[in-house]
């Protein structure tokens, strides 16, 4: 079973495909999130987010134009660019690709029954994927603090296993561009499509950018109370059955830092994330999406969409409850749920469920 192409992302028709001048790197791009040449005024998360890049070790490779106060500045036109990037060439090579999954306890496995080839896990794929999209995200028209936003939701339709070694070609763009009662939320969207044109992954991430409630071009005012930042997973919280729990280190940002290339300074350790704000580094969104991923029953060679929730952020180090339950095993497999929660405080964390395509 295949999801139809009707039913996957696809460019907007009026967007031009542009490709990168080079393969995106999020060092660089984190390095220069959230900031335009054209002007307008920071945001409070971008003004604290520069000077903590500036002492970072990213200050190193900061241009010359953010070293200093007269670099906070930001676009203020809330109006997305109409551009999609596509970088070929993307391979996942068969050590990273053990190293990704030995971080976030994901069991690799054969692309086939009897084949020698590896398929790659999706949450790898996403890694994949994402410095694509924070090209887009970081480009100085598109007019959302990268640094303050927070991640709402994530969406992804697996549409076919892909091999470890194969070439992947990466298209992303930015979309739906909303008014929320607590900000602005954008879509980014990314495509991974291998040689033939066939798209195999397709991923949709919601983003929050926090305060900013400017006019958004082409959308009459309105407060986005329809939409709220995690439905599912709102009080009262009433924690399910645990059947596992995860014990998280202090450097486990550290660690998903290294494998995914996303070392955004609110999870590396507790003094680069207080000075943006936070109460301490905090686990990747993406780790523990992963995580709650690779503790599902999905079978292989079996398409699968998988969307996961955010709510509260795991603060390092931490201990985690879990609660998976799988509908179903091997053939007879309907679908996944998992939930994970602070145990002291009975806050949730995330809720990923994933269905058959």
């Keep these: 079973m295949t999801r139809s192409p009707d039913q996957l992302p696809t460019v907007p028709e009026h967007y031009e495909l542009v490709e990168p001048a080079a393969k995106p790197n999020l060092g660089l791009l984190y390095a220069t999130a959230g900031v335009s040449a054209a002007g307008g005024v920071a945001s409070d998360a971008a003004a604290r987010a520069l000077p903590a ?67 790659v896990f999706s949450g790898a794929l996403h890694s994949v994927a994402f410095p694509v999209a924070m090209s887009v995200l970081t480009r100085q028209d598109f007019p959302l603090p990268v640094m303050g936003m927070v991640h709402l939701t994530n969406t992804v339709q697996h549409v076919m296993d892909v091999a470890v070694g194969e070439e992947l070609t990466a298209t992303a763009w930015t979309e739906n561009l909303r008014s929320h ?29 926090k305060g900013l409630t400017a006019a958004i071009a082409g959308e009459d005012a309105r407060t986005g109370e329809d939409e709220p930042i995690s439905s599912s997973l709102g009080a009262p ?60 029953a999905v079978p292989a060679e079996v398409p699968f969409s998988w969307s996961v929730e955010f709510a509260a952020p795991v603060v390092l180090p931490a201990t985690v409850s879990v609660s998976v339950h799988d509908h179903g095993r091997r053939e007879h497999w309907e679908s996944s749920r998992v939930i994970a929660w602070d145990p002291e405080r009975n806050r949730p964390h995330l809720e990923l469920a994933v269905e058959p395509l």
């Design 181 to 209: 009662r607590a900000g602005t939320v954008v879509d980014a969207v990314v495509t991974l499509t291998r040689t033939d044109g066939t798209v195999a992954w397709a991923g949709r991430s919601g983003y929050l950018a």
């Design 53 to 119: 890049l500036r002492k970072s070790p990213l200050g190193k490779v900061l241009p010359g134009s953010l070293l200093h106060r007269g670099g906070d500045r930001l676009r203020a036109s809330l109006d997305l660019p109409r551009v999609a990037h596509v970088v070929e060439g993307l391979v996942v090579e068969p050590e990273w690709h053990e190293k990704f999954c030995r971080v976030v306890h994901a069991r690799p496995r054969s692309l086939a029954p009897g084949s020698s080839e590896t398929a």
């Design 237 to 296: 919280f009433n924690a399910p059955q645990q059947t596992a729990q995860w014990s998280l280190r202090a450097d486990t940002g550290r660690q998903y830092a290294g494998v995914s290339g996303d070392y955004n300074p609110i999870h590396l350790s507790g003094a680069s994330a207080k000075a943006l704000g936070m109460k301490g580094a905090i686990a990747h969104g993406m780790y523990t999406a992963s995580r709650a991923l690779a503790a599902t």
